[in-house]
């Protein structure tokens, strides 16, 4: 192997989805930086075929807004080639009659194509944005664990290793971006606190195989146990398919996880009803533990977080790989320029104004992904009472519909 690159404007730390798509968005819109990416695990080999399971799968609704960056990266063939495209939404409350539908042909203004989204499995997304990056300048460094951070004046010096038995490396960066994940180890190493409230609820997530085709519908389902999503998938060899993902309490979800296949189907037909017709299949539940954790600081001098660590949310809304993009793509606006980033004062500015372009949408995109699933599953009457209030305000109010399925579709308001 040659001297690995000792020296980059730029240093992505994690080549997740959140890592890989703001190296994407840095070489396409401030081809004057050099970046690495580096990963600890292994990528797949850029030539590698996209290899999806069948049925044990986390899948990622991609909103609108979302797609129209992806767009301007390129990557939207490849995207559409393995996604089921969102047409409608449907959120109901289980055991009232009252719902919402909201479809792309009503809301226009904030669809892609004709769509409100797509849904795409995180096994064909990772390799579509891996692949786009072999492609690229980005130095990419994978396997390449950082196992610590110095700050100097001038930047931030990265100690990395290939593995254990590996050598240590080196690297220099003006600036440094971690989006090593919730929890940051690298965060906490440079003293960046988190608030977190735990939900005590897991998300389960599996893929159902449906009697009868979704026709591109999103179900945004209200259930006493916690809300439940059940996102379009494409057909696999003649199967209809859909991404289901279940928030529920950390027991309930234990004893599910455990529930063999039959017992497991009749039990999410029976929590998520009949409004996408007979589940014929039920892949194993895998559960995530959710909480709600923000970085108390997004950004310093040299420093900036993307993804999980700087906000990791809760799913029922689909939202936070949809409000990492955007924040990827600000940071790419302010980054943009002809002067390469030095950890400068004109560095810090670009930072700070990066900052407040960002706050409100986020402030925004956390709050509706915290109070929605409390205001749902409260069986407190008033609680009730308001959430239909909700329903039907959105069902009999245009312009408030507008404006929660343009916050729901990726456009901020
Ligand atoms: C159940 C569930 C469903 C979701 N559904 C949706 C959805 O439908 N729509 C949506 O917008 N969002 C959704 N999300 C959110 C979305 O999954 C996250 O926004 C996304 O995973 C962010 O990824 P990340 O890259 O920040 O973190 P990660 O995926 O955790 O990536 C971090 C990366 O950093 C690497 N790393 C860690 N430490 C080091 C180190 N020291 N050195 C080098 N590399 C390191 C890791 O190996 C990893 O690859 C969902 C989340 C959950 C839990």
Known sequence: MSEPVQKVDVAIVGGGMAGASLALMLTHFCPQLSVALLEQRALPDASASVQLPSFDTRATAIAAGSLQLFQQLGLWPALREYSAPIQ?????????????????????????????????????????????????????????????????????????????????????????????????????????????????????????????????????????????????????????????????????????????????????????????????????????????????????????????????????????FNLTLRDCYTLAQALTGEQPVQGSQAQLKRLQTYGRNRSFDQQLTVGFSDRIPALFTSGNPIQQFVRQMGMLGLTLVPPLRAQFVSQAAGFGL
């Open 88 to 320: 409608s939404i449907q959120v109901s409350d289980k055991g009232h009659s009252l719902g919402v539908s909201l479809s792309a042909r009503e809301q226009e203004r904030v669809s892609f194509e004709g769509m409100l989204g797509v849904v795409i499995e995180n096994a064909a997304l990772g390799p579509i944005l891996h692949r786009a990056l072999a492609e690229t300048p980005v130095k990419i460094l994978a396997p390449a664990r950082v196992s610590s951070v110095h700050m100097e004046a001038a930047g931030a010096m990265l100690r990395w290793s290939a593995g254990e038995q590996s050598p240590e490396y080196c690297l220099t960066s003006g600036l440094l971006v971690v989006a090593d994940g919730v929890g940051s180890p690298l965060c906490r190493q440079l003293g960046i606190e988190f608030d977190t409230i735990k939900y005590q609820q897991r998300a389960l997530v599996t893929t159902v195989g449906l009697q009868r085709d979704h026709g591109g519908v999103a179900f945004e389902r209200f259930t006493n146990s916690g809300p439940m999503a059940l996102l379009p998938l494409p057909s696999r060899e003649g199967q209809h398919r859909a991404a289901l993902v279940w928030a529920c309490p950390d027991k309930e979800a234990e004893a599910l996880c455990a529930m063999p296949e039959d017992e497991r189907l009749r039990r999410l037909q029976k929590s998520f009803g009949w409004r996408a017709g007979r589940f014929v299949r039920a892949g194993a539940l895998q559960g995530h533990p959710l909480s709600l954790s923000l970085a108390r600081e997004q950004w310093r001098r040299n420093v900036v977080l993307i993804g999980n660590c700087a906000h990791f949310l809760h799913p029922v809304a689909g939202q936070g």
